[in-house]
C-alpha cells in the first residue's frame, strides 16, 4: 500500500466523518444504510480521503468496580468480567469492532481511504471517555495509560487487515484531554505510537493534534510520522483579523502548514479546515476560501486537504450539539444530501490535484526566534515573501539549518533570538559562501551587531509609529511599533530613513555576502493589523523585494500583480512547472514574465493566450515549460 504522504503521492481531497443520521452516537445508533448513502454522495463529488473516530466510551467499556470506601478492587467490561483474548483483556466491545469492519468495507466500496483517529475521546467540545478513566487524568494517569494501549494495540491488531485504511491518527486533538506539558506530551505520544506500530509498522502514524505552541510541534515531530494542522481562521491566533476571502487567510493553510514542518521536521497536511457555518461566512463564500485554500495548499506540497465536516447536524439532540452552534452546520452535506458550494469546489479540485507536482522551490529560510510571536511572525514573513515573488521555508534553529541563499530573522525581539552556535554559523555562510541575513528588531537583538555597519544609539518607548522612507525605492511606510531604535553612526548603504532622517534600513557586505538591518517591526507590526493584504494597501511587501534583489534571488517567472502568487516546481530534467493563483475577490489577466532560455508548453486551468494568463477569482492553473533546444 502506497503511503499518502509520500511526495510521489497526489494531493488528496476529503473530508472527516460522522454519519449524517447520528453524529458522534453513530456507533451506538448504527446505521450502515445511513453510512453507504453518505459515501456514495461523497465519493460522487469527489471525495477521496475521510478521517473518521471509533468513538472510545462507545468501543470499550472498562469499568471501576470498588468497594468499601471505594477501594478499587476490579475492572469489569460493564458488568462482566473481562473476557478471553485481547478483546476481552482491552474491554472491548465485539459488536462494536464488527460495525467497524462493516465501515471499513463500506469504504472500500466506494474507494474512499481512511485515516482512523483511534483515541477519539476528545470531540467538538465534548470528553467521551470510558467510566473507569472519566475522572483521571488521560494523558498521565497509569492506570488510563495501561487501558488506552490495550485499546489500541486490540484495535490495530483487529482492524490492519482493512485495505481502507491508509493511515492511524492518535486521535482526535488529543492534547485536549488533559492539562499536559511538552514532556508528558511526549510521553505520551511515543506510549501511543509505539503502541500502534508494535502491531501495524507498514502504516503512518499521524498526530491528530491541534498545533499552537512551536515547542509542542517540535516535542510531536519527534514521537510520530506525521504531523497535522487543524487551521481554522476563528481559532488560529491573527486569522481573522480580516475577512475569509482575504489574501492572508487564502494562505493561513498552507502558511501553517509548512510552519508546522519547519518547526516539527516532518511531513504535515491539513488535517481539518472549515468556515464555522453561515453566522460566520456564507456557503458561497466559504466555497471560494475552499478553492483558494485548495489551491495554495496544493502548491506548497501540503499533501492532503480534509474539511470539517462532512454532515450537517442540526436534527441533533445530544451534546456536544446541544451546546454548540457552531457545530451544527459544518457539513459538504446538508441533512438532506443536498451538496454544498464547498463540496462541489473540493469535487473539482480533486481532478487537479491528480497532477503530481514537485517540491516547489524555496528561496530563503526564515528562523524561529526563540523570543516573540512565533506563529504571527512566521505568518506574515511568509504573506510578505509571497507578494514579493519569493518562497521561504521555515526552520526553527535546532538542527542543522538548510543551505540557501538568503536567511531572515524577521521581528527578533528580547535578548533569546537563536542559539550562538547557529548564529555563528549564519553569519560563516554570508562571509564564506556570499548568502545574505537580513534581520529587522522590535527592539534589543542579536549580537555581535558590529558587522551590520550601523551603530544603535539608544533604545527607548515609542511615543509614535516609525516610518520607512526612501525616494529610490518608493517606499513611505508606517509602521506600528513599542520600542524606537534611535541608530548613530553607519557605514552601511542606507536603503531608507525613518521619520527623524536617521537610517533605518542599511545593508551592509560582510565578506563575500550582505547583511542587511530594518531598525522597525516590521513583520511584528503588521500582525494584526487589518487589510495590510488587500489589493491596494500600502506596499510593504517592497522591502521584501528590496531584500530579495540584494540576495540575487532570480525567479524564472514573474508576474506584477501582488496578489497573484506564484510557486516554481523544478523538475530533473531542467524544465519546471508553475502554479500560478489568484488570490484576490475578483478574476486577473496578468502579463507572464519568463527567462527566454525556456518556453511556455502547457497550460492546465486558467485560460492563456500568449503570454497573459486569466485567471478567476480565487483559482489557479499549473504552467508547464520546457528548456528551449
Same mark, same amino acid.
Given at each position: 500500500m502506497q503511503n499518502i504522504f509520500d511526495d510521489d503521492h497526489p494531493f488528496f481531497v476529503g473530508a472527516n466523518y460522522w454519519a449524517s443520521n447520528a453524529g458522534t452516537f453513530m456507533w451506538r445508533d448504527w446505521d450502515a444504510s445511513a453510512v453507504e448513502r453518505d459515501f456514495r454522495l461523497l465519493h460522487e463529488n469527489g471525495a477521496q480521503v475521510l478521517r473518521v473516530f471509533p #468513538?472510545?466510551?462507545? &468501543?470499550?467499556?472498562? %469499568?471501576?468496580?470498588?468497594?468499601?470506601?471505594?477501594? /478499587?478492587?476490579?475492572?469489569?467490561?460493564?458488568?462482566?468480567?473481562?473476557?478471553?483474548?485481547?478483546?476481552?483483556? =482491552?474491554?472491548?466491545?465485539?459488536?462494536? #469492532? $464488527?460495525?467497524?469492519?462493516?465501515?471499513?468495507?463500506?469504504?472500500?466500496?466506494?474507494?474512499?481511504?481512511?485515516? *482512523?483517529?483511534? #483515541?477519539?475521546?476528545?470531540?467538538?467540545?465534548?470528553?467521551?471517555?470510558?467510566?473507569?478513566?472519566? /475522572?483521571?487524568?488521560?494523558?498521565?494517569?497509569?492506570?488510563?495509560?495501561?487501558?488506552?494501549?490495550?485499546?489500541?494495540?486490540?484495535?490495530?491488531?483487529?482492524?490492519?487487515?482493512?485495505?481502507?485504511?491508509?493511515?492511524?491518527?492518535?486521535?482526535? $486533538?488529543?492534547?485536549?484531554?488533559?492539562?499536559? %506539558?511538552?514532556?508528558?506530551?511526549?510521553?505520551?505520544?511515543?506510549?501511543?505510537?509505539?503502541?500502534?506500530?508494535?502491531?501495524?509498522? %507498514?502504516?503512518?502514524?499521524?498526530?491528530?493534534?491541534?498545533?499552537?505552541?512551536?515547542?509542542?510541534?517540535?516535542?510531536?515531530?519527534?514521537?510520530?510520522?506525521?504531523?497535522?494542522? /487543524?487551521?481554522?481562521?476563528? &481559532?488560529?491566533?491573527?486569522?481573522? *483579523?480580516?475577512?475569509?476571502?482575504?489574501?492572508?487567510? =487564502?494562505?493561513?493553510?498552507?502558511?501553517?502548514?509548512?510552519?508546522?514542518?519547519?518547526?516539527?521536521?516532518?511531513?504535515? &497536511? *491539513?488535517?481539518?479546515?472549515?468556515?464555522?457555518?453561515?453566522?460566520?461566512?456564507?456557503?458561497?463564500?466559504?466555497?471560494?476560501? =475552499?478553492?483558494?485554500? #485548495?489551491?495554495n495548499s496544493y502548491a506548497h506540497n501540503c499533501h492532503g486537504f480534509l474539511w470539517w465536516c462532512a454532515n450537517d447536524q442540526t436534527e441533533l439532540l445530544q451534546t456536544p450539539y446541544a451546546w454548540n452552534s457552531m457545530e451544527r452546520e459544518l457539513g459538504l452535506l446538508k441533512v438532506d444530501g443536498t451538496v454544498k458550494p464547498m463540496l462541489k469546489e473540493i469535487g473539482k479540485f480533486a481532478e487537479v490535484g491528480k497532477h503530481h507536482l514537485a517540491p516547489y522551490r524555496k528561496d530563503a529560510v526564515a528562523l524561529q526566534s526563540v523570543d516573540g510571536d512565533h506563529w504571527g511572525v512566521a505568518y506574515i514573513t511568509f504573506l510578505l515573501a509571497k507578494r514579493a515573488g519569493f518562497d521561504i521555508e521555515f526552520h526553527n534553529g535546532i538542527g542543522p539549518i538548510p543551505e540557501a541563499q538568503c536567511y531572515m530573522l524577521p521581528s527578533v525581539s528580547g535578548t533569546r533570538i537563536i542559539p550562538r552556535h547557529q548564529y555563528h554559523e549564519l553569519l560563516r555562510r554570508v562571509r564564506e559562501e556570499g548568502a545574505t541575513l537580513y534581520v529587522s528588531s522590535c527592539a534589543y537583538g542579536i549580537q555581535p551587531f558590529e558587522g551590520f555597519g550601523v551603530e544603535i544609539e539608544s533604545v527607548a518607548q515609542a511615543s509614535s509609529p516609525g516610518r520607512i522612507i526612501s525616494k529610490e525605492y518608493g517606499l513611505d511606510l508606517t509602521v506600528a511599533r513599542e520600542r524606537s531604535i534611535r541608530t548613530g553612526v553607519c557605514t552601511a548603504e542606507v536603503l531608507a530613513r525613518d521619520e527623524e532622517g536617521r537610517a533605518v534600513f542599511t545593508a551592509a557586505k560582510y565578506g563575500r555576502g550582505k547583511l542587511i538591518f530594518l531598525a522597525q517591526p516590521l513583520e511584528n507590526a503588521l500582525i494584526d493589523a487589518p487589510r495590510v493584504f488587500e489589493e491596494n494597501s500600502p506596499d510593504y511587501a517592497g522591502i521584501y523585494r528590496i531584500v530579495r534583489d540584494l540576495a540575487g534571488i532570480r525567479r524564472e517567472v514573474a508576474v506584477e500583480d501582488p496578489m497573484v502568487t506564484l510557486t516554481e516546481h523544478p523538475a530533473p530534467d531542467g524544465s519546471f512547472e508553475v502554479v500560478a493563483v489568484n488570490n484576490s475577490r475578483s478574476d486577473k489577466t496578468v502579463a507572464l514574465h519568463w527567462n527566454d532560455a525556456f518556453e511556455l508548453t502547457g497550460c492546465l486551468c486558467g485560460t492563456l493566450q500568449g503570454d497573459r494568463l486569466s485567471l478567476e477569482a480565487h483559482s489557479g492553473a499549473i504552467l508547464t515549460f520546457g528548456r528551449k533546444a
Open positions: #468513538l472510545w466510551s462507545d &468501543f470499550q467499556h472498562v %469499568t471501576d468496580h470498588r468497594m468499601c470506601s471505594g477501594k /478499587h478492587y476490579e475492572f469489569r467490561c460493564d458488568e462482566e468480567p473481562l473476557g478471553e483474548g485481547p478483546a476481552g483483556q =482491552a474491554a472491548m466491545v465485539p459488536e462494536m #469492532l $464488527e460495525r467497524f469492519h462493516t465501515f471499513c468495507r463500506l469504504a472500500q466500496k466506494y474507494d474512499l481511504k481512511l485515516i *482512523v483517529g483511534l #483515541l477519539t475521546g476528545w470531540m467538538s467540545g465534548r470528553l467521551y471517555a470510558p467510566p473507569a478513566l472519566e /475522572h483521571r487524568n488521560l494523558l498521565t494517569d497509569p492506570v488510563a495509560l495501561r487501558w488506552e494501549v490495550l485499546f489500541i494495540r486490540c484495535f490495530v491488531r483487529e482492524m490492519k487487515g482493512e485495505p481502507a485504511i491508509a493511515a492511524w491518527d492518535w486521535g482526535n $486533538e488529543c492534547n485536549c484531554l488533559a492539562p499536559e %506539558t511538552d514532556d508528558e506530551m511526549w510521553v505520551w505520544g511515543q506510549l501511543m505510537t509505539s503502541a500502534i506500530k508494535l502491531e501495524d509498522s %507498514t502504516r503512518p502514524v499521524v498526530s491528530g493534534l491541534h498545533n499552537s505552541l512551536s515547542a509542542s510541534i517540535t516535542a510531536m515531530g519527534d514521537v510520530c510520522d506525521v504531523l497535522t494542522t /487543524h487551521p481554522y481562521p476563528i &481559532f488560529t491566533p491573527h486569522c481573522s *483579523v480580516d475577512y475569509i476571502d482575504s489574501f492572508r487567510n =487564502a494562505f493561513h493553510a498552507a502558511c501553517q502548514t509548512r510552519w508546522v514542518v519547519g518547526m516539527g521536521h516532518k511531513p504535515a &497536511f *491539513v488535517e481539518e479546515i472549515g468556515s464555522f457555518g453561515p453566522t460566520v461566512t456564507s456557503d458561497r463564500i466559504a466555497g471560494l476560501y =475552499a478553492r483558494n485554500a #485548495l489551491w
